[in-house]
């Protein structure tokens, strides 16, 4: 299955929720993208003593999960992505939703 996920918090348990699910999908097999939006692209500054969410991100994307993150929303916050969350576009959020079997927001 190709499950999109959707990602516009910034709050760090609910971040690590997000790459936890992603990673326990590639261990069953899936196909799973993720995709940064708004605040979620704050998501790499969002580690704390109980939530480790770049720990989270480092797995997802070492065990075959696709980062992508708003280039403008980058921007706004005058960043320019990085290996893990490299610029991408509403085209592909759009060909990340049309192209998943399921899709799930956190």
């Not at 940064?36 to 692209?41: D, E, Q, W």
């Not at 696709?66 to 992505?81: E, V």
């Amino acid at each position: 299955m190709k499950i999109g996920i959707v990602s516009y918090a910034n709050d760090p348990e609910t971040v690590w929720n997000a790459f936890r699910f992603g990673n326990f999908a590639l261990t069953e097999g899936d196909e799973v993208g993720i995709f940064l939006l708004a605040k979620g692209v704050e998501c790499e500054h969002l580690d704390t003593n109980m939530f480790n969410v770049t720990e989270e991100m480092q797995k997802f994307v070492d065990s075959g999960g696709k980062i992508l993150a708003c280039g403008m929303c980058l921007k706004i916050r005058q960043s320019g992505g990085s290996h893990m969350c490299p610029l991408s576009t509403m085209k592909d959020m759009y060909d990340l939703i049309t192209k998943s079997d399921k899709v799930v927001t956190f």
